[in-house]
């Protein structure tokens, strides 16, 4: 079938999803507008409220960015050169470059083949296998949920609090997301989210936010975002700038109305794959998996595939989008050599950047563009 007669199935059209909520958005920046108040105006206070109330937390403090959410608390903490912090190495870059940016090292854990997460049982072993100096330079553990779907929390928390180490949920990619009915970004010492137009809950540019019941930290965040100052001129640390827009505080209080009937959109989008495969299984694929105890928001549908790299020029030429994340482990990246890791240092991690493929599943899509996906992404596997 010739590719021109094929209609395109984006795999993110942040367009369309804007273009449904224009009225309401306008109406949203035009009060900023009024107001003039563009540097933590008072939308960014409500959104931090609302933030917290979905997350189930005490506070939320905002950003600039999902990277500064990351970097922000690690600077609460005084991570600093011969520190350690304990993640994994399939993630986005943020994860990893957050702890080096401060001088400190990420060590890695390999993943669970399923979920994409963090190995709580390699965790284990690596914690065990450290020395007192070497458990003593552990900042924190920042396990990732990846893809939308929260990491195994209740062994993570057993055994950071069983070495008496903070956890920072990396929850870019997972606003809504559950692990046994608590939210992401609730279970830790904080949540560091994104607001990346891509994320479910995206904005128009950068943003980010974090959230915590720790009423010190949520007091220091606050002044770290505005380098460090408290009252106008007087600095009490050496902080950052990096402040939440108020105009994209305000798109984003619109948007979060419809958060939950996204996230319900996305998961039958998801079940529509599932259903699809059950009746015309494929060989050479594999879904992705709703660990149990996990509430999955399907910031990616993500398949694992042979050969991904040919079935990925093979979908993207039916005008089917795909993407995919990621290619390289963090620990195989050029600017990480120096921590020493060598290929095949993390097996898991590895067989999954060369078999992943994420394909369409946002909500703006029904059934029968899904289901018109996974006929494409079948003959793409023959």
């Known amino acids: 079938m010739s590719t021109q007669t094929l209609s395109p199935i984006p795999l993110l059209n942040v367009a369309k999803q804007t273009a449904a909520l224009r009225s309401e958005i306008d109406a949203a920046i035009g009060r900023v507008l009024d107001h003039g108040q563009f540097i933590l105006g008072p939308e960014v206070a409500q959104l931090e409220e609302r933030i917290a109330q979905y997350c189930g937390t005490r506070f939320a403090i905002s950003c600039a960015s999902g990277s ?32 080096a940016r401060l001088g400190a090292d990420p060590v890695f854990v390999d993943i669970e083949p399923d979920s994409f997460n963090l190995d709580p049982a390699a965790l284990t072993r690596l914690l065990e296998s450290f020395s007192k100096t070497q458990l003593a ?32 949920e990396d929850a870019a990619q997972a606003i809504g997301a559950k692990w046994a009915g608590s939210p992401a ?3 830790g010492y904080c949540g560091s989210f994104s ?21 010190e930290l949520a007091a220091k965040l606050r002044l770290l975002r505005v380098h460090g100052s408290g009252a106008t001129y007087y600095h009490k640390f050496v902080g950052i700038n990096s402040r939440l827009d108020t105009l994209q505080a305000a798109v984003l209080l619109v948007k979060l109305r419809y958060l939950d009937a996204w996230i319900e959109g996305r998961r039958n989008n998801a079940a529509a794959y599932r259903e699809y495969f059950e009746e015309a299984p494929a060989n050479g694929i594999r879904l992705p998996a709703e660990i149990p105890g996990a509430f999955h928001v399907y910031n990616q549908f993500t398949v694992r595939v042979q050969n991904r790299d040919q079935v990925k020029a093979r979908l993207a030429d039916t005008g089917t989008g795909c993407a995919v994340y990621y290619p390289l482990p963090l620990h195989l990246q050029e600017c990480f050599q120096y921590l020493g890791y060598s290929a095949g240092d993390f097996p898991v991690a590895e067989a999954a950047a060369r078999e992943v493929l994420s394909i369409p599943v946002e909500p703006g899509l029904g059934v029968n563009d899904i289901r018109t996906a996974a006929e494409r992404l079948k003959l793409a596997l023959s």
Request: charged share 10%; aromatic share 8%.
């Open 68 to 99: 500064d959410a990351l970097l922000l608390p690690l600077m609460a903490l005084d991570a600093k050169p011969g520190d350690t912090v304990i993640t994994t190495p399939f993630s986005f870059f943020a994860t990893a470059g957050s702890i």
């Open 137 to 168: 330079a552990v900042r924190a553990i920042m396990p990732v949920h990846l893809f939308g779907q929260c990491a195994d929390m209740s062994a993570i928390q057993a055994v950071a609090n069983r070495f008496g180490i903070p956890i920072i």
């Open 185 to 187: 970004g609730s279970m």
């Open 195 to 215: 607001f990346f137009p891509s994320k479910n809950l995206g904005g128009p540019g950068d943003g980010g936010i974090i959230t915590t019941n720790d009423e």
